[in-house]
T-cell receptor
Framework: DAGVIQSPRHEVTEMGQEVTLRCKPISGHDYLFWYRQTMMRGLELLIYFNNNVPIDDSGMPEDRFSAKMPNASFSTLKIQPSEPRDSAVYFC????????????FGSGTRLTVV | DQQVKQNSPSLSVQEGRISILNCDYT??????FLWYKKYPAEGPTFLIS?????DKNEDGRFTVFLNKSAKHLSLHIVPSQPGDSAVYFCAASALNQGAQKLVFGQGTRLTINP
């Protein structure tokens, strides 16, 4: 298995533009998580899905952020409109039920909003 | 509010010596704790974990200690090697309550000097 695949690796966009981040989890994993890494707060959970259903989106900063998981092999995180404070590294991770919290992370998308 | 805190942003240790990374948590519902390691431009990878029913778990050079009364855990690396230079994240979950999500700390950057 190629692991969790995220695209793009880097994204530079202008303030106000729409940004879409993509994730392909490991086949067979039941859970998918979106995290954001910043210097001040470390890794923050934004939202997670179980069997494609959103379970907890309490970490989504505001209505500008939305996430979908239309099927077991694909998820998107969308920011519209983007702002400079959204600049961060966004990670997707997947895990198995009963996996004792051992996630497999993707390599992340570094987002820069100018 | 930061439920998992790593108060040392960075730590520098001589090769061959012991590295001790610390982590504090505030939520008494947490019952499972993990350490992840992250190299630049990569996603975090699982390193070691401990259940709240234990106070120590060892895996080769890595040992995690848990002090539930103090709500504190630590990761010991002995002996430290240059390849251990990375950012280390502490994470916690309420696994036995069915929670699959991990709450991460801010991370500690460990540098091993030759």
């Amino acid at each position: 298995d190629a692991g969790v695949i995220q695209s793009p690796r880097h994204e530079v966009t202008e303030m106000g533009q729409e940004v879409t981040l993509r994730c392909k989890p490991i086949s067979g994993h039941d859970y998918l998580f979106w995290y954001r890494q910043t210097m001040m707060r470390g890794l923050e959970l934004l939202i997670y899905f179980n069997n494609n259903v959103p379970i907890d989106d309490s970490g989504m900063p505001e209505d500008r952020f939305s996430a979908k998981m239309p099927n077991a092999s694909f998820s998107t995180l969308k920011i519209q409109p983007s702002e400079p404070r959204d600049s961060a590294v966004y990670f997707c991770a997947s895990s198995l039920a009963g996996g004792q919290g051992t996630y497999t992370f993707g390599s992340g998308t570094r987002l820069t909003v100018v | 509010d930061q439920q998992v805190k790593q108060n040392s942003p960075s730590l520098s240790v001589q090769e061959g010596r012991i590295s001790i990374l610390n982590c504090d948590y505030t939520n008494s519902m947490f019952d499972y704790f993990l350490w992840y390691k992250k190299y630049p431009a990569e996603g975090p990878t699982f390193l070691i974990s401990i259940s709240s029913i234990k106070d120590k778990n060892e895996d080769g050079r890595f040992t995690v200690f848990l002090n539930k009364s103090a709500k504190h855990l630590s990761l010991h690396i002995v002996p430290s090697q240059p390849g251990d230079s990375a950012v280390y994240f502490c994470a916690a979950s309420a696994l036995n309550q069915g929670a699959q999500k991990l709450v991460f700390g801010q991370g500690t950057r460990l540098t091993i000097n030759p």
